[in-house]
């Protein structure tokens, strides 16, 4: 029973993956700030802030930043706590452990005790490396997930061919995205299925014949689909370039976004 519980809550997982991201998508689709932006302005604004955020050796600059990217968050109509769950769940507070280390280096004691009969000795020039590391990743992280989630995907692909990524990448890249939601949906039929013809509890011996025979399926019925995908590519004009339609173009807004950009920056 613990095995079949930790399948079905895979399989909750990849349902919960499968709405996260399509909510990510209507969030794109709202008429917001930065929704409203030509992607390509909006790209090379967000690249720049990311320079910016990288090469930033003080605190109150990583601070000015960081509620940039909040303000950011709200004139974007996005729910800040949808954006705050998605920004400060792993990679910060991952960051954050990298960065305990940092804490006891040599300078200036700011305070020391005992844990574990072991002196510990914080510095203040540890804790400034320390808040540096965790506020430039924090800052980094969230404005990568405000651009992702503000614009849609094929836009963000298409952008990235126009600043000359190779096609091979940025269609590999696509494809993978694509099949993402197809083996999810893969996987969730085929559990059902069986469960439903055998049951919820499975022998170990039927179970392993079950999973080897789901193997080989998927490997046929991929190597088919891969076959079908191309020839249905070739037919709608595909000649080793992938063609998107693209409106783009460049307005007011996206002017006056690009120039406040580097105002902000020349300005900090």
């Known amino acids: 029973m613990k095995a079949n519980n930790f399948i079905e809550r ?3 997982g990849t349902l919960a993956f499968l709405r996260e991201a399509i909510f990510s998508q209507e969030i794109a689709l709202q008429n917001g700030f930065l929704q409203s932006l030509d992607p390509r302005v909006k790209i090379t604004g967000f690249l720049l802030l990311l320079l910016k955020t990288l090469i930033a050796c003080d605190l109150h600059t990583l601070f000015f930043l960081y509620g940039i990217c909040l303000l950011l968050v709200l004139i974007s109509k996005v729910g800040p706590g949808f954006f705050l769950l998605r920004t400060w769940v792993f990679i910060p507070l991952f960051s954050l452990c990298i960065g305990l280390p940092a804490l006891f280096g040599p300078g200036d004691p700011l305070w020391s005790g005992y844990f574990l009969g072991i002196k510990l000795v914080i510095s203040s020039q540890g804790l ?25 995907h094929f836009e963000l692909l298409k952008v990235l061919r126009i600043f000359k990524v190779p096609q091979i990448f940025v ?9 993402i939601f197809l083996f999810i949906e893969i996987i969730q039929n085929t559990y059902l299925g069986i469960k439903s013809r055998v049951g919820s509890v499975i022998c170990y011996r039927p179970g392993q014949r079950l999973v080897a025979w789901n193997i080989v399926s998927l490997w046929n019925y991929s190597l088919l689909l891969n076959q079908e995908v191309y020839k249905a590519m070739l037919s709608r004009g595909y000649r080793g ?4 339609w693209s409106d783009f173009r460049a307005r007011g807004r996206d002017l006056g976004w690009l120039a406040a950009v580097i105002l902000i920056l020349w300005i900090i």
């Open 241 to 244: 370039e992938d063609l998107a």
């Open 10 to 12: 895979s399989i909750v």
């Open 128 to 152: 400034f490396g320390a808040l540096i590391f965790v506020m430039r990743v924090l800052t980094c992280v969230s404005f990568v997930v405000l651009l992702n989630i503000t614009t849609r």
């Open 171 to 179: 269609m590999t890249l696509g494809m993978s995205y694509r099949y």
